[in-house]
Structures are given as structure tokens and as C-alpha cells.
């Protein structure tokens, strides 16, 4: 899409955009010929540009559901979806086409939807390359696989590539068209913890060399204790956010300003619970059995200044 077809039909600002997801009361609703299914029930969030996150869930939770918005692969049934300035609601069918060629690149569990078997990697990487001649198809690929750790197994096919080395140049074919959000459903679902643990360093390698925004939807608690941000959704709603706590902050900052590389460990996180526009927010099942709670009804009190939540009869 041209610039002044973006102008035209008021797909995206004229200004740039701080945030590259924004997302309020976003419902998605499934129908079949008997049921209705509610998939997504008024979640908000806000992802900004350059941010590495993790969004975690149980299945049925929804997380599935909302990456497939994001990425255009699924229409909203309500509420307010914008990526990268554009408004996912008011894009025809061929502006959707163009935004999942442009915007949006995607990085699945099942690397058969990433690679072509009886190509090399090099040539899978060139595979969604359509404009440029040979020789520039061919160098970005080869930059691209640099960029994941791949160089060395350019001229392998998959028979020959274990399942970490084959996710890694799905990242490389995902980059292919230099897209500015970066989608992986599930990416270490599939591989051991030594190889999940490789593959979130090549995320987070894209993200702090590149600027590049990555969401990353996984169950891995482990994953997700090494991203920066991470927001569990339960129930198709924003229920809780982690983020790094200032601390670990502080002592990276410390280590970047002395030029050291020393490893600050693992990243130390705080969790906090997201009201909804009406004031709402879930409470962990678990956290509710710990203080007794029964049924659906509990008592709220002000204590010196904090909200305290009490089971109903006591």
C-alpha cells in the first residue's frame, strides 16, 4: 500500500506512533451452526516498539486466538485493534494481504508451515523474497542466517537439521521481508530447555540489535521468566502483567556503563494485577483457595491504605 492510498483511507496517522499494538475491548467470537464460544472477551493491552513480550495462558485462554488477530490471519468481532498505526478493522481484504506481507512476520511451532523439505536453508530463506535480483535475495539470506547462527549449515536440507537448528532458520525466513512486528506462536514448544534457552538468545539478540518488536505467546513459564514483560491473560482477558523489577534494572545498567559482560542472572521479575476500564480485575484461583475463598462472593476492606480481600463469612 502506497502512501497516499494510506492517506486515503485513513488506515494508519501521518505522525509516527509510539505503540506498535494497541488493543481495547477486543472480543472475538467463534459460531457454529449450535454454539457461540467467546474466545476473547474484552481484553486491553498496549505492546510500545522495540518491546520483547511474552504472553502466557493456559490453552482456551485466549493467547492463541489474540496472535491471530495481530497477525491478520483472523478478523476481531469487536472493540479496537491497531498495529503499527493501522487500524485492523478498517483494512479491505488486499490491505490485509499487503499487511501480513509487510508488517508481520511469523514464527510457528510446527516448522513444517516454514520450510520447504527439498530446499536448502539458504533457499528457504530467499523463498518470501519477491522483489531484488538474485545476488541481493541471495545476500540477504546469508545475512540473515549470520544473524540467527545458521551461516555454517547454509547449504543443508531439513532431514539433515535438528529441531533447534530448523526454528532458527524459520526466524531467518520469518525476517526475510524485513517486517516490523515479529509473531512466534509456541517457538520452543518442540525443543529441549538447552535449545529453548538458544533460541529466546536469538530473540533477544534480534530485539536489542534490530529494535525489533517481538511477541512471543508460549505456556513455558520458563520462557517467559526471561523476557522483560509478560502478560498472562486468562478467560480471553488481560488478567496480570510481570515486569522486570527495578533492581535488575539498576545492576544492568551498572554493567553496561562499566563496559563489563558479566551475566546479571536471571531476570528478577514483579507481578501486578491489570484493572479493566471498570475497575475489574481477576484474582488467581490459586491465591483465592490460599485465604479460603468460596463460591463467586468475597468481602473487600480498606486497611492503612491497602484493599484486603477477605472470604466471604469470616
Known amino acids: 500500500m502506497s502512501e497516499a492510498e494510506i492517506k486515503s483511507t485513513g488506515a494508519a496517522p501521518e505522525t509516527p506512533v509510539e505503540n506498535m499494538i494497541e488493543c481495547e475491548n477486543l472480543v472475538k467470537i467463534y459460531k457454529t451452526a449450535d454454539t457461540e464460544v467467546l474466545a476473547l472477551q474484552g481484553l486491553e493491552l498496549t505492546v510500545k516498539k522495540g518491546e520483547l513480550t511474552a504472553i502466557i495462558g493456559n490453552s482456551g485462554s485466549g493467547k492463541s486466538t489474540f496472535l491471530n488477530m495481530i497477525g491478520g490471519l483472523d478478523r476481531p468481532s469487536a472493540g479496537r485493534l491497531v498495529v503499527n498505526g493501522l487500524d485492523l478493522f478498517k483494512l479491505s481484504e488486499k490491505e490485509l494481504v499487503e499487511y501480513k506481507r509487510d508488517v508481520v512476520g511469523f514464527v510457528w511451532q510446527n516448522n513444517a508451515r516454514n520450510l520447504i523439505p527439498y530446499l536448502t536453508a539458504l533457499e528457504n530463506v530467499q523463498v518470501p523474497m ?45 525476517l526475510a521481508n524485513d517486517p516490523k512486528l515479529l509473531l512466534a506462536d509456541e517457538p520452543t514448544g518442540s525443543v529441549d530447555v538447552k535449545t529453548s534457552d538458544f533460541i529466546l538468545d536469538v530473540f533477544r539478540k534480534l530485539n536489542q540489535e534490530l529494535g525489533l518488536t517481538i511477541v512471543i505467546v508460549t505456556h513455558d513459564r520458563h520462557l517467559a521468566k526471561k523476557v522483560n514483560r509478560v502478560i498472562a491473560i486468562r478467560d480471553g482477558k488481560t488478567s496480570s502483567e510481570m515486569v522486570v523489577t527495578r533492581d535488575y534494572l539498576k545492576r544492568m545498567q551498572q554493567l553496561e556503563s562499566l563496559g563489563e559482560a558479566d551475566d546479571p542472572g536471571e531476570v528478577e521479575q514483579e507481578e501486578y494485577a491489570v484493572l479493566d476500564r471498570a475497575g475489574r480485575l481477576q484474582i488467581p484461583r490459586e491465591m483465592l483457595q490460599q485465604i479460603g475463598a468460596e463460591g463467586n462472593k468475597v468481602k473487600l476492606e480498606v486497611e492503612d491504605g491497602r484493599i484486603v480481600i477477605v472470604p466471604a463469612g469470616k
Do not use: N
Open 130 to 174: 519477491m522483489f531484488g535480483s538474485v545476488k541481493e535475495r541471495k545476500a540477504r539470506a546469508e545475512m540473515l542466517l549470520e544473524l540467527v547462527g545458521m551461516s555454517h549449515r547454509a547449504q543443508s536440507r531439513l532431514s539433515t537439521l535438528s529441531g533447534g537448528e530448523q526454528q532458527r532458520i524459520a526466524i531467518a525466513i520469518a
